[in-house]
């Protein structure tokens, strides 16, 4: 409950605006301007404290004038003003009288109220004017006639409208209904921009708060991110150690160093060995992911022949190849000059693509491997006309991969069957650590690939790789 | 509300709330075109080319008592349109009392559903407990109902603790009685909590009788 103070902020809607907050002052003076010139009647506007808006005078000015000069007129011309200023209106709801008040002088006003919503804002007062029914002057003039010049007092009248209070009444209110519909239009502008404004600003908190939320949200995400690097570098590290183990000592079995093993036993223990050693590669890749995730990709760049690299990394799948009757051969160009790349990071690139190659493709395809330097074309010239990149690509005549996936592969961990009865193993990482060293060397990666055909990925790396400007 | 002992003038805030095209604005029209023009102002109305509000409508309703006290009730409407829900919070603010317009069409109980729960989310913003809000449920345009739907809003009135209106504001029908109710509920909790009659002399079974001679319109004579 608000009595006269609310407590709490008063709505835009709610607060009561005053006379002068809701015109125009100056719009308003030419209002009056023109019934001033139309009645030749003057206008005076005051606000609810009694001040002056507008006071506009017409033939009266000197009348008046001359009489406020002495004493006596002085004071009774200031009792006149404050009741017209002052005097109580009634009001109400919408009903609403004029009064009139004769001055001493015999001259009278006429009182309208300004009312809006119900409430008085202000009063508009007419006049003076000279009653019609007025004979010569006023008994009071003739009280006082010892300080005045009564021949001077009747001619200043003259110039003073004679009209009937009536017609003056009649003139107040239709002048206050005029007014009134000025007020109305100006409020309702007062309240549509206000909500206009307020609106806004309170959309744009709300959108504030909300993109407050998504930053807090997407930071618990990044936090959760790093925690998974940390966890995936924490657990592939202590895997590693107890593996190496298996491998070391299936190893150290198998190469009869604890005694003779019969076929049967030599098979089951080469069986152990090839798991453990795809279970290493698979933390090992891990580990690199983890690598990469947590800071980024190290180069250690070296002049480096790429038909090597390549040569070295066929020979990784080659075994693999050969047990699927999978034809591996390649075409690389054995003139191109050496590039300044982390050779290391270049051979774990391309055996990746060729595991996949050997992975996805049937028994009895076909893999072939090109490298050499990007055929002559601006974008892979140097600034001296000089070739500037070089490619490497792997392709094969596998199972292809449908245009929808072709970008989400290069994700780590997507797969394209990632269902539980999928037919190859893996983890999804290959292609996404791929991305990474390649774009460490400022390169790209792409698949060109149709369904049931086979893919080609092609990777597109600089000559000479800038040295990172950070140690 | 706003209680002015000194020039003793009591103003009232009654917003009418509920989903887009529901009827809120013609509700505030049938009022206006019926109400007797010396006891209301001018119906202000701000809305689109096309008739949907934008920002309100505002009618004011003004009532005199033998006592004295002079009472403005002043009637807004919401934007129902989904996008101006700030809006919609920002004309509830100070609300002494809300007429939920609820669309009585066959397609539209999920829409009421919804803006019946947007209206809780907003009074709750704007910290104005549900619990003792004057609050009534008009279900408008029934003209348009299906039996079936009459009779479920026959139901939910004989069970709602709030009371419910059938109404067909186009014609008029239903909406100076769901805005009396609206009036009787709040100044019976003004009452209630502020012992409104005993500290403004205030009677209200005279000012709902005033209000219902505003509301018939020159007819059955005016205020006073
Ligand atoms: N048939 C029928 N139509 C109605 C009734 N009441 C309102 N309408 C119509 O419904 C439409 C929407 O009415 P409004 O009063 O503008 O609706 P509103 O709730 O103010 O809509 P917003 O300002 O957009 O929130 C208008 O075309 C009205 O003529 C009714 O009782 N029956
Ligand atoms: N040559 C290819 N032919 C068809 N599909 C391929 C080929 N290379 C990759 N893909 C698809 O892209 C997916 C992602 O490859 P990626 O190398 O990242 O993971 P993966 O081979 O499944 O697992 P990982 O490499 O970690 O062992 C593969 O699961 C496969 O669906
Ligand atoms: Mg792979
Ligand atoms: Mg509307």
């Known amino acids: 409950m608000s009595v006269v103070s609310p407590v709490r902020p008063v709505g835009v809607l709610d607060r009561r605006m005053t006379l002068r907050e809701l015109v125009d002052q100056p719009s308003l003076t030419d209002l009056c301007m023109s019934f001033v010139e139309l009645h030749r009647l003057g206008v005076k506007v005051f606000d609810e404290d009694g001040a002056r808006l507008v006071d506009i005078k017409t033939g009266s000015g000197d009348f008046c004038a001359y009489l406020f000069t002495k004493s006596p007129g002085k004071q009774r011309c200031t009792e006149t003003v404050t009741y017209l200023k002052q005097h109580p209106l009634p009001v109400v709801g919408n009903e609403r009288g004029c009064e009139a008040r004769t001055c001493f002088s015999g001259t009278r006003y006429v009182m309208a109220p300004i009312v809006h919503e119900g409430d008085l804002l202000g009063r508009v007062v007419l006049g003076p004017f000279v009653p019609e029914e007025a004979g010569d002057l006023s008994p009071e003039l003739f009280e006082l006639a010892g300080a005045f010049d009564l021949e001077r007092v009747r001619e200043l009248q003259k110039r003073i409208r004679r009209a009937s209070e009536t017609a003056v009444r009649r003139i107040a209110e239709h002048f206050g209904k005029v007014l009134e519909v000025l007020l109305f239009a100006s409020y309702r502008a007062a ?281 | 509300m706003e209680l002015n002992p000194d020039k003793r003038e009591l103003a009232l805030k009654f917003v009418y709330y509920g989903p887009g095209l529901s009827g809120k604005t013609t509700n505030l029209r049938a009022l206006f075109q019926t109400a007797d023009p010396r006891g209301r102002g001018r119906l202000m109305t701000v809305d689109t080319a096309d008739d949907r509000t934008l920002f309100f409508d505002l009618l004011p309703l003004f009532l005199q008592t033998s006592s004295g006290l002079k009472v403005k009730l002043k009637l807004f409407t919401v934007p129902g349109q989904v996008m101006h829900n700030s809006t919609r919070r920002l004309v509830l603010a100070g609300a002494d009392a809300v007429a939920f317009i609820a669309d009585a069409q066959p397609g539209e109980r999920q829409a009421n559903f919804d803006y019946w729960r947007n209206l809780g989310e907003n009074l709750r913003e704007n910290g104005i407990s549900t619990e003792n809000l004057p609050l009534v449920i008009q279900f408008n345009k029934c003209d348009l109902a299906d039996g079936a739907l009459r009779q479920e809003i026959a139901e939910t009135a004989r069970n709602s603790r709030r009371p419910v209106f059938a109404a067909t504001a186009i014609r008029g029908e239903g909406v100076k009685e769901t805005f009396s109710a609206l009036v009787s509920l709040t100044l019976e909790r003004l009452d209630r909590e502020h012992g409104l009659a005993r500290s403004t002399g205030l009677d209200l079974a005279e000012l709902l009788g005033s209000l219902a001679r505003t509301l018939e319109g020159s007819r059955a004579g005016g205020p006073r």
Request: glycine share 8%; aromatic share 4%; no cysteine.
């Open chain 1, 191 to 471: 309240l549509t921009s206000q909500m206009h404004i307020e609106a806004i600003s309170e959309d744009y908190r709300e959108l504030q708060a909300k993109s407050r939320e998504l930053k807090e949200s997407y930071e618990r995400l990044q936090e959760l991110d790093r925690l998974k690097s940390n966890f995936l570098a924490t657990v592939s590290h202590e895997l590693r150690t107890p593996l190496t183990s298996i491998i070391g000592y299936s190893e150290m079995l198998l190469a009869g160093l604890a005694g003779e093993l019969n076929p049967e036993q030599e098979d089951y223990l080469s069986t152990v060995l090839e798991k453990g050693e795809g279970l290493l590669n698979l933390i090992t890749s891990l580990l690199d992911l983890s690598k990469v995730e947590s800071q980024g990709v190290k180069l250690a760049l070296k002049e480096t022949a790429v038909p090597a690299i390549v040569r070295q990394s066929v020979s990784t799948v080659l075994p693999l190849a050969t047990k699927r009757r999978i034809e591996l051969s390649t075409e690389v160009d054995e003139s191109m000059p050496p590039a300044v790349v982390d050779p290391d990071k270049l051979r774990q690139a391309i055996v990746n693509l060729l595991s996949n190659a050997v992975k996805f493709t049937p028994d009895g395809g076909k893999i072939l491997v090109r490298s050499g330097l990007l055929p002559q074309a601006p974008e892979g010239t140097g600034p001296f006309g000089r070739a500037s990149r070089f490619l490497v690509s792997v392709q094969d005549n596998g199972i292809g991969i449908a245009p929808a996936e072709q970008e989400r592969i290069f994700e780590t961990f997507y797969q394209v069957d990632s269902s539980s009865t999928r037919a190859h193993g893996g983890a999804g990482l290959g292609l996404s650590l791929v991305k990474s060293y390649v774009e460490a060397h400022g390169g790209k990666v792409w698949v060109q690939s149709r369904l049931d055909e086979g893919s080609t990925f092609t990777l597109d790396l600089p000559l000479e790789t800038a040295q990172p400007a950070r140690p």
